[in-house]
């Protein structure tokens, strides 16, 4: 078997491989994971949607199941950071209302964490707005999900490669797959970058997060990249380093307060899909765009107001992520495809998720039958056709 990504979602599927007693190979078209550049990841709980719209589109009861699926994968990234010593900040986070509407949505997003199994409470406008160090009146309310971690990403995924090789997954690094292909035995051949030597696999995953759709084109129309530009400002008036992150996500955006226990809290502004009138879908354009920029200074400004210490940003950079076409992930074989399989399309937000899933996708590989209540199915990759 082989698993093509050493992302969370692929070394996730590898580790679980690895456990029922396969060897599974993990492709990895970059180099070992070192830990990341801010130690400020977060790791959250559900899908990049709101719970509540999640169980508005797809029923209450799996929107539940996706949050308890997310809640049993950050508790075993939590366990897998602590064994590896890798640095965890619990406490949860913090989501802000600016609106009545806003708060309205989060008590109803409180109300599906909380069916999950995940413990969310919601906050009086006092607490919110002490919460959020000093920016102002505007906010009326929040909730906060005591299950939401925050861990340097690259430290994570690092310990989780770790234990997924320590378990029998062989990882290769610095092997980028260019293409599938079925040959007359009946394996998949998997063409290697830079002249490399193929390898067949019996059954292969597909766990390249944005590059999904390209690596294997059974994917090509149902995982989308999705090109971010973020920015990251400093702000005056440190928040106390334990306090949790705080954050609205409206409209495409996204704006954090992560206290960062140094010279001055930091929030990061993401543009993403109504800046410009549309979603970045399959641009892969890595310059950031100055258009985009500006707005999202106008955003900063007015979010943070005197609190913001210089108008330019500490730093700004652009990112891919991998969307599925209906903004949920897809996770399952490909129809008429069932050796060929996926599990990516999970945004810019979740770590848990793909583990949950990744481990689950492994133990049906094994043969092992569908868990009651697993959300599975809502993934399937057969609800595109
Ligand atoms: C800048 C950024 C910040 C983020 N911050 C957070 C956060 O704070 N909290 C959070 O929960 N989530 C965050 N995310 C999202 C989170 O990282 C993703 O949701 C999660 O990584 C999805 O995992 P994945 O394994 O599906 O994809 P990825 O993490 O994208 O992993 C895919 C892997 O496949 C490899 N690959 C790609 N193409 C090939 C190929 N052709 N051959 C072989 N290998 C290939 C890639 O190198 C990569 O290692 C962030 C994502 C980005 C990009």
Known sequence: MAVIGAGVAGASVALGLAREGARPLLLEAGGPATGGAGGDGLVRIGIDESPARLADAVGRQRAASVVAASVRGAAGLAAIADAAGVAIRRGGTVALAESAEEAALLARDAAVLTAGGATAVMLSAADARARAGGLGERFVGGMLVEDELVVDPGALLAALRAEAVAAGAELVPSATVIGTLDRSDGRIELRLAHDAAPVRAELVVVAAGAESGSVDRTHRD??????????????????????????????GIERWLVPAGGAGDEVVVSGLRWIEGRAGIGERDRAPSPRIGEALDRLAREWLGELLTEAAPAAEWVTFCAHGCDGLPLVGGAPGQPRRLVIAGFGRSDLALPHALGLAMAAEIGGAPRAPGSPLGLFAPSRMV
């Open 222 to 251: 149902s995982v989308w990249l999705v090109r971010h530009q973020l920015r990251r400002y400093r702000r005056r008036g440190p928040l106390p380093a334990s306090a949790p992150p705080a954050g609205s996500r409206n409209h």
